[in-house]
T-cell receptor
Framework: DAGVTQSPTHLIKTRGQQVTLRCSPK?????VSWYQQALGQGPQFIFQ???????QRGNFPDRFSGHQFPNYSSELNVNALLLGDSALYLC?????????????FGQGTRLTVV | QKEVEQNSGPLSVPEGAIASLNCTYS??????FFWYRQYSGKSPELIMF????GDKEDGRFTAQLNKASQYVSLLIRDSQPSDSATYLC?????????????FGSGTQLTVLP
């Protein structure tokens, strides 16, 4: 049973460029959430997708956008990259999003903006 | 005021001792609580979750929840060097139509051989 998979694992981009990160949820899961984790900090919620719709967004600018496909996989897009966007980007999947639902993380994508 | 607070540590305990990790939260509407372990350079790994007041045990790990005092803790018995990691406390908060996880900054634990 495959867990949550993310690609790529590492990425180096230049300021101003655009990037797309991908996530396949754990088998049986239908909800995908994206988080940004800066060094030494806890993950910060970016947004959540369920039924191909963005259900909730954290305190992130519109440069961050996403998409969920019919097979529940998801993409995170970041436009006009800034140096401050350098972080570990984590995807978490769950079944629905009940209060007691466990969320499992993928291995993350380490994004470096130079 | 941060929504979820943890002592940043570092916390050092000798091998075989009990490690105690604490977390407080500000939103009284929070209903479920999660502990994740994160090794350096890796992604968070779910250890336990709890949503009822009291204790929940799983092997060497015990999660304790006190909603009246708004704190949740994680005890690790018979600590091993392999337990050395950052422990993240997360609270699930209802926000609009979604329920997002809000994390603390983590407590770095070192278990000394």
């Amino acid at each position: 049973d495959a867990g949550v998979t993310q690609s790529p694992t590492h990425l180096i981009k230049t300021r101003g460029q655009q990037v797309t990160l991908r996530c396949s949820p754990k088998s049986g899961h239908d909800t995908v959430s994206w988080y940004q984790q800066a060094l030494g900090q806890g993950p910060q919620f970016i947004f959540q997708y369920y039924e191909e719709e963005e259900r909730q967004r954290g305190n992130f600018p519109d440069r961050f956008s996403g998409h969920q496909f019919p097979n529940y996989s998801s993409e995170l897009n970041v436009n006009a990259l800034l140096l401050g966007d350098s972080a570990l980007y984590l995807c978490a999947s769950s079944w629905r999003d009940n209060l007691n639902t466990e969320a499992f993380f993928g291995q993350g994508t380490r994004l470096t903006v130079v | 005021q941060k929504e979820v607070e943890q002592n940043s540590g570092p916390l050092s305990v000798p091998e075989g001792a009990i490690a105690s990790l604490n977390c407080t939260y500000s939103d009284r509407g929070s209903q479920s609580f999660f502990w994740y372990r994160q090794y350096s350079g890796k992604s968070p790994e779910l250890i336990m979750f709890i949503y009822s007041n009291g204790d929940k045990e799983d092997g060497r790990f015990t999660a304790q929840l006190n909603k009246a005092s708004q704190y949740v803790s994680l005890l690790i018995r018979d600590s091993q060097p392999s337990d050395s990691a950052t422990y993240l406390c997360a609270v699930k908060i209802s926000s609009g139509s979604a329920r997002q996880l809000t994390f603390g900054s983590g407590t770095q634990l070192t278990v000394l051989p």
